[in-house]
Antibody, heavy 122, light 109 residues
Framework: EVQLVESGGGLVQPGRSLRLSCAAS????????MHWVRQAPGKGLEWVSG????????GYADSVKGRFTISRDNAKNSLYLQMNSLRAEDTALYYC???????????????WGQGTLVTVSS | EIVLTQSPGTLSLSPGERATLSCRAS???????LAWYQQKPGQAPRLLIY???SRATGIPDRFSGSGSGTDFTLTISRLEPEDFAVYYC??????????FGQGTKVEIK
């Protein structure tokens, strides 16, 4: 059974940093691209970032480019999101999502975690 | 930049009825690279349809997707109680990839 478990969310002041983690199990982690998708309270879904199986290809939404950094550790079956210079508008539930192939060609997601909540407020 | 517009915003129907949800793109979606997701309150989204019309693993055949170019449709042939949820379309063929629509809520009438 595929499982994705996010952690690392919390309350943080504007301008500060936070690092999210996603622990994956139930599939061959290093065969697939992985993504972060967020959902602001009461709002829709927004793709944030994606990374190919070998970290050779990485993409970011314009809204986070230059502030967020995605990475993965295939030996630990883990995905990360380093979020710097956080803003109030980054407040959201952050989902870890499994891609459907090894590359970033197809940006749709067949499994999702339950999310970790990030609140940016003073 | 491609924008997806879903309609209606809310659909009020009774169990057993047919639901028709629309997703319109501001420009043509490459290779029918369009997906549909279902999200229930307090839960993560679930993939229903990819490639505009292919059902994901384990998805009942009452869910079907159709369309191409700029107009796509998700149809639920007979609504079951567990189908009342929010549905999102997503395009993954054009830049910026991974764009979602704003969602359609299917509620019990």
């Amino acid at each position: 059974e595929v499982q994705l478990v996010e952690s690392g969310g919390g309350l943080v002041q504007p301008g500060r940093s936070l690092r999210l983690s996603c622990a994956a199990s139930g599939f061959t982690f290093d065969d697939y691209a992985m993504h972060w998708v967020r959902q602001a309270p009461g709002k829709g879904l927004e793709w944030v970032s994606g990374i190919s199986w070998n970290s050779g290809s990485i993409g970011y939404a314009d809204s986070v480019k230059g502030r967020f950094t995605i990475s993965r550790d295939n030996a630990k079956n883990s995905l990360y999101l380093q979020m710097n210079s956080l803003r109030a508008e980054d407040t959201a539930l952050y989902y870890c999502a499994k891609g459907v192939g090894s590359s970033l060609v197809l940006y749709y997601f067949d499994y999702w975690g339950q999310g970790t909540l990030v609140t940016v407020s003073s | 930049e491609i924008v997806l517009t879903q309609s209606p915003g809310t659909l009020s129907l009774s169990p057993g009825e047919r639901a028709t949800l629309s997703c319109r793109a501001s420009q043509s979606v490459s290779s029918s690279y369009l997906a549909w997701y279902q999200q229930k309150p307090g839960q993560a989204p679930r993939l229903l349809i990819y490639g505009a019309s292919s059902r994901a693993t384990g998805i009942p055949d009452r869910f079907s997707g159709s369309g191409s170019g700029t107009d796509f449709t998700l149809t639920i042939s007979r609504l079951e109680p567990e189908d009342f949820a929010v549905y999102y379309c997503q395009q993954y063929g054009s830049s910026p990839r991974g764009t979602f629509g704003q969602g359609t809520k299917v509620e019990i009438k």
